[in-house]
C-alpha cells in the first residue's frame, strides 16, 4: 500500500530554508518578523498569500545572488494539506475509472488504498464520486448486494434534502439494483422520491424511473398501479427507440396477463411481434414464450404446443451468453409444467439454474428452486430433493440470505419423512439470524 507524506505550509517553510541553508530572519526580510514564520512553522499561525508572495521574493532574490535554482513555485508553498490530499483522491479517483473495466484485483486493491486514505481525509465531494465508481463497478460485476452498500453509502453522504442530478443519478441506479435483488419496496421508494421530488428532470429520466416503479409494483402483484407507470413511460418514449418501447410493452402485456386479460395481453404480445427485428433471436423467443403463457392459461393447448415447439427449435440459435438465457429456460420449464409435461420442465429448470448461477441471478435462482420442490414433492422424487437441499444450501451462501419460502417448502416435504433432516434445514436457516 502506498504511503503519503502530506507537509503543512509551516513544514514546507522549515524544509525550505533547510534546502536553501537560510535563517529564519532571511526569509522574513524587512516587510515582515521573524517571530510571524516562527509562528507559520509550529502550525500557530496561518500562511496568508500576502506573506508567501514576501517570503518567495526573499527567497528568489537570495538564491540569485548565490546564484542557485530555485524550483519550488509560490503554489506549492501555498499549497496546503487538504489540496495535497485532494489531488491523491483525484488520482485514485482516475485509478478507479481506468481500472473499472480490469480484470483481477486490482480495482479491490486500490479501492481499499483510497478508502483507508479517506479514513485520514474525509473529503466529502472526493468521497461520493469514489463510492459511486465502486458501486457501479460491483454491479457491473454482478456483485449487486456490494453495490448497494456503496450506492446507499453515497446518498447518505449527498443526503436528500437538497436535490441534485448526482442524487437523480445514483436514485436511478440504486431503484434497478434493489429490484434486481428483489427489494422491491426499496426500489418503489427510491422512484417515488425521484417522481416527486425533482420536477426538472428529463423524459429519459422519467421514463427510467417509471418503468423500474413499474417493474417492482408488478414484482409485488399490485398491477395496475404497474400498468398505470407504464402507460405514462409508454407515452413519453421514443417509438424510434425500439428496444426501450418493447420493453415497456412487454411488462404492460405481463400485467395484463397476470391480471386475466388475455386477449389484451395477446394484442400486446403480437404487437411486438410485429417490431421485433427478425434476426434478434432473443427478443423473439421472449416474446414467443409469453404468448405460450397466454395460450396456456386460455386453455388453447393446440397453440401453446404449436408455439412451445417453435422455441425449442430455435433455442438453439440463442448464445449462452445472452443476457435472458437463464429466464428463457425457466419460462419454457413453467409452459411445460403447465401443460403437465413434468420431465421436460425439470430439464429447462435445471438448465436455467446452471445459468443463474453462472451470472450470479440468486432472486431467479430461487423463483426456479420453488418450483423444482413443488415438482419433487408432486412426483414424490425423494433423491432429487435431496440434490436440490443441497443445492438450495449452496446458493443460499452466495449470496449470504435465505429465501424463507424455500425453506418453508423443504421443512413441509422433509417433515413427512425425517425429523432428522428438517433439523438439519432449521439450524441451517438459523444462521442467517
Known amino acids: ?222 398491477f395496475q398501479i404497474a400498468l398505470d407507470n407504464l402507460k405514462v413511460a409508454e407515452e413519453l418514449v421514443d417509438k424510434e427507440d425500439i428496444n426501450s418501447y418493447i420493453k415497456i410493452l412487454n411488462n404492460k402485456a405481463v400485467c395484463l396477463f397476470e391480471m386475466k386479460m388475455y386477449m389484451e395481453a395477446l394484442k400486446v404480445f403480437m404487437k411486438i411481434s410485429e417490431l421485433i427485428d427478425k434476426g434478434d433471436i432473443e427478443k423473439y423467443l421472449i416474446n414467443l414464450v409469453n404468448i405460450v403463457d397466454v395460450y396456456t392459461e386460455n386453455n388453447n393447448r393446440t397453440k401453446a404446443v404449436e408455439s412451445l415447439n417453435v422455441i425449442i427449435n430455435e433455442l438453439s440459435n440463442l448464445s449462452n451468453n445472452s443476457k435472458y438465457i437463464s429466464e428463457i429456460h425457466f419460462e419454457i420449464g413453467r409452459a411445460y409444467k403447465r401443460l403437465n409435461k413434468v420431465d421436460l420442465a425439470k430439464g429447462y429448470y435445471l438448465k436455467a439454474l446452471d445459468f443463474c448461477e453462472k451470472c450470479k441471478n440468486f432472486v431467479l435462482a430461487n423463483d426456479i428452486l420453488c418450483d423444482l420442490v413443488d415438482i419433487y414433492e408432486m412426483t414424490k422424487d425423494l433423491s432429487s430433493m435431496n440434490k436440490l437441499k443441497e443445492r438450495v444450501f449452496l446458493i443460499s451462501n452466495k449470496q449470504d440470505k435465505i429465501s424463507n419460502i424455500l425453506m418453508y417448502k423443504l421443512i413441509n416435504f422433509y417433515n413427512k419423512i425425517s425429523n432428522h433432516i428438517v433439523s438439519e434445514i432449521t439450524n441451517y436457516a438459523l444462521k442467517f439470524n
Open 1 to 222: 500500500m502506498r504511503k503519503y507524506v502530506l507537509l503543512s505550509c509551516g513544514d514546507k517553510l522549515k524544509a525550505l530554508r533547510k534546502k536553501y541553508k537560510l535563517k529564519q530572519e532571511d526569509l522574513a526580510g524587512k516587510e515582515i518578523t521573524r517571530n510571524l514564520l516562527s509562528e507559520i512553522e509550529t502550525g500557530k499561525a496561518n500562511l496568508t498569500k500576502n506573506t508567501a508572495e514576501i517570503i518567495f521574493r526573499n527567497l528568489e532574490t537570495i538564491a540569485k545572488n548565490k546564484k542557485l535554482e530555485v524550483t519550488e513555485t509560490l503554489d506549492y508553498l501555498m499549497e496546503g494539506e487538504d489540496v495535497q490530499a485532494g489531488k491523491i483522491l483525484d488520482n485514485y479517483i482516475n485509478e478507479l475509472r481506468n481500472l473499472s473495466i480490469a480484470k483481477g484485483s486490482s480495482f479491490i486493491d486500490t479501492l481499499n488504498e483510497a478508502e483507508s486514505f479517506l479514513m485520514e481525509w474525509d473529503i466529502k465531494e472526493k468521497k461520493i464520486i469514489i463510492y459511486e465508481l465502486a458501486g457501479d463497478y460491483f454491479c457491473n460485476n454482478n456483485e449487486v448486494y456490494k453495490s448497494i452498500i456503496y450506492y446507499e453509502k453515497e446518498i447518505d453522504l449527498i443526503g436528500k434534502l437538497f436535490p441534485s442530478r448526482t442524487l437523480v443519478n445514483v436514485l436511478r441506479k440504486l431503484s434497478m439494483v434493489y429490484e434486481y435483488v428483489g427489494n422491491y419496496r426499496e426500489s418503489i421508494r427510491c422512484c417515488e422520491f425521484a417522481l416527486n421530488r425533482f420536477e426538472d428532470m428529463t423524459d429519459e429520466e422519467v421514463i427510467i424511473f417509471r418503468y423500474n416503479n413499474a417493474l417492482s409494483y408488478k414484482k409485488i402483484e399490485n
